[in-house]
């Protein structure tokens, strides 16, 4: 099924590990997002990536980094997880002109 | 850039009763606002979306909303709440990105 997959859909991390964050799309579509949902705050944009070999900072970068592999996949790295970086993280692509989003399914994060 | 607002962060409806959810974007009249649904444990489901090629949005399970320029607004509203209709809400406006309100958690009551 077309859509957006993001791996894994849960994970506990001690304070310090890294891990990375999986997502890729098959719509075809030019933009990525990384966002955090957090309780109380909505969504907010992590990184964004507008075309294949171009990443943008978003609202809260601190702390991640990403790689856009190709048109398809769009990853993010946590290098040293902190207790901060417990939330749900949900990966989403769009079609040209931001008229339709889709969404993974989400990665549920703890950090202890 | 573009942004919305959504008051009150956790909603209180009677089964049976209207539900209306406020959202109001920032400037200039935007070509595309959304409304998300999030259901317990899962992930965003696309409730409507306004194109400008009507100011009133039929969506999924009952809902609408209505764009309203003077008011900077799109509430969402469904006449009769459901138990199932027990989820948070978000607005959402694209500004490079797609920005989301903080949320609404709606809870029905029997």
């Known amino acids: 099924n077309a859509g957006v997959t993001q791996t894994p859909k849960f994970q506990v991390l001690k304070t310090g590990q890294s891990m990375t964050l999986q997502c890729a799309q098959d719509m075809n579509h030019n933009s990525m997002y990384w966002y955090r949902q957090d309780p109380g705050m909505g969504l907010r944009l992590i990184y964004y990536s507008a075309s294949e070999g171009t990443t943008d900072k978003g609202e809260v970068p601190n702390g991640y980094n990403v790689s856009r592999l190709n048109k398809r996949e769009f990853s993010l790295r946590l290098e040293s997880a902190a207790p901060s970086q417990t939330s749900v993280y949900f990966c989403?692509?769009?079609?040209?002109?931001?008229?339709?989003?889709?969404f993974g399914s989400g990665t549920r994060l703890t950090v202890v | 850039a573009q942004s919305v607002t959504q008051l009150g962060s956790h909603v209180s409806v009677s089964e049976g009763a209207l539900v209306l959810l406020r959202c109001n974007y920032s400037s200039s009249v935007p070509p595309y606002l959304f409304w998300y649904v999030q259901y317990p444990n899962q992930g965003l489901q696309l409730l409507l979306k306004?194109?400008?090629?009507?100011?009133l949005v039929k969506g999924i399970n009952g809902f609408e909303a209505e764009f309203k320029k003077s008011e900077t607004s799109f509430h969402l509203t469904k006449p009769s709440a459901h138990m199932s209709d027990a989820a948070e809400y978000f607005c959402?406006?694209?500004?490079?990105?797609?920005?989301f309100g903080k949320g609404n958690q709606v809870v029905v009551i029997p």
């Open positions: 989403a692509s769009s079609k040209p002109r931001d008229s339709d989003y889709t």
């Open positions: 959402a406006v694209p500004s490079n990105r797609l920005a």
């Open positions: 306004y194109t400008s090629a009507a100011t």
